[in-house]
């Protein structure tokens, strides 16, 4: 069993950008696929970017691509998120998640972190 901790948050104007943290503990994060989620207010939860064990593989919602990236520092137990060009519609509570498989689907994963809110003002 794996814990997983969201940290970076916090508010941003338009343009800016963040870089969000997901510690792990309990189980090493280098046995799981990791992926990022987020939801806005009303909003069912979104995918936003996931990554395989090892790193090498990367996907990303078309409503981030080239301007968020997903990496993992294993040594570190820690996946990031960096978030560039932040706009308002980019405004929710982001969650890692851990799971068996890399996916796009929130059913592939077991473990949740309690998630960070991000919110960027026009």
């Known amino acids: 069993q794996v814990q997983l901790v969201e940290s970076g948050g916090g508010l941003v104007q338009a343009g800016g950008s963040l870089r969000l943290s997901c510690a792990a503990s309990g189980r090493t994060v280098s046995s799981y696929a990791m992926g990022w989620y987020r939801q806005a207010p009303g909003k069912e939860r979104e995918f936003v970017a996931r990554i395989t064990r090892s790193g090498g593989g990367t996907i990303y919602a078309d409503s981030v691509k080239g301007r968020f990236t997903v990496s993992r520092d294993n040594p570190k137990n820690t996946v990031y998120l960096q978030m560039n060009s932040l706009q308002p519609e980019d405004t929710a509570v982001y969650y890692c998640?851990?799971?068996?498989?890399?996916?796009?689907?929130?059913?592939?994963?077991?473990?949740w972190g309690q998630g960070t809110q991000v919110t960027v003002s026009s």
């Open positions: 998640a851990a799971g068996a498989v890399p996916a796009t689907t929130t059913l592939a994963y077991d473990y």
